[in-house]
């Protein structure tokens, strides 16, 4: 079946710092893949998507490429900031034959920016 | 506002009682979604709902049922029959099924067994 497998945290940086969150998938088919943001005691806000290979989304400084070759859709910033304090999962949409719709989610990454 | 609205926020539910977290969207969207969150864990898909008057259990089903008998509402009633009901509950929905289609989600539901 489906798998999305991403770091757990948590994970501290620095404001300013770069961060990398690793995401890497199983999946049958042709996934569209997913990363979305959660705030404390709120919902889950998509932050950007990639259909197809070597697409690559990208939201308030947010970027990552769907890479085909190494199954992975890795989440990059260049200078984080304390707002972007969250959960941040990872996501996939295989809609494969058989299975059930909706998406397969990894286990999120908290992530912690200190001033 | 265009959105996915979940009622209540906070539930509790006494042992042995079943609950119901509503659901409404105004997205037009075809498709609607349960999930599930406990601490430190991914969201798990308790139901889905592709079109009106339609619902397939997803990989948590039971303990839990569903209606869709109006394109905007999916309500989830949580049973006596859930053994450990107390979670974050979230709605979504899609313009329909597909790989490309984004699921969007609500505010969540938070349940608790006292």
């Known amino acids: 079946g489906d798998s999305v497998t991403q770091m757990e945290g948590p994970v501290t940086l620095s404001e300013e710092a770069f961060l990398t969150i690793n995401c890497t998938y199983t999946?049958?088919?042709?996934?569209?893949l997913f990363w979305y943001v959660q705030y404390p005691g709120e919902g889950l806000q998509l932050l950007l998507k990639?259909?197809?290979?070597?697409d690559k989304g990208s939201n308030k400084g947010f970027e990552a490429t769907y890479r085909k070759e190494t199954t992975s859709f890795h989440l990059e910033k260049g200078s984080v900031q304390v707002s972007d304090s969250a959960v941040y999962f990872c996501?996939?949409?295989?809609?494969?034959?058989?299975?059930?719709?909706?998406?397969?989610f990894g286990k999120g990454t908290h992530l912690i920016i200190q001033p | 506002d265009g959105g996915i609205t979940q009622s209540p926020k906070y539930l509790f539910r006494k042992e042995g009682q079943n609950v119901t977290l509503s659901c409404e969207q105004n997205?037009?969207?075809?498709?609607m979604y349960w999930y599930r969150q406990d601490p430190g864990q991914g969201l798990r898909l308790i139901y889905y709902?592709?079109?009106?008057?339609?619902?397939q259990k997803g990989d948590i089903a039971e303990g839990y049922s569903v209606s869709r008998e109006k394109k905007e509402s999916f309500p989830l009633t949580v049973t006596s029959a859930q053994k450990n009901p107390t979670a974050f509950y979230l709605c979504?929905?899609?313009?329909?099924?597909?790989?490309?289609?984004?699921?969007?989600f609500g505010e969540g539901s938070w349940l608790t067994v006292v």
């Open positions: 979504a929905s899609s313009i329909g099924g597909g790989p490309g289609n984004t699921i969007y």
């Open positions: 990639a259909t197809k290979a070597d």
């Open positions: 997205l037009n969207h075809d498709a």
């Open positions: 996501a996939l949409r295989s809609g494969s034959g058989g299975g059930a719709d909706g998406l397969t």
């Open positions: 709902s592709q079109i009106v008057n339609d619902f």
């Open positions: 999946a049958t088919g042709y996934p569209s």
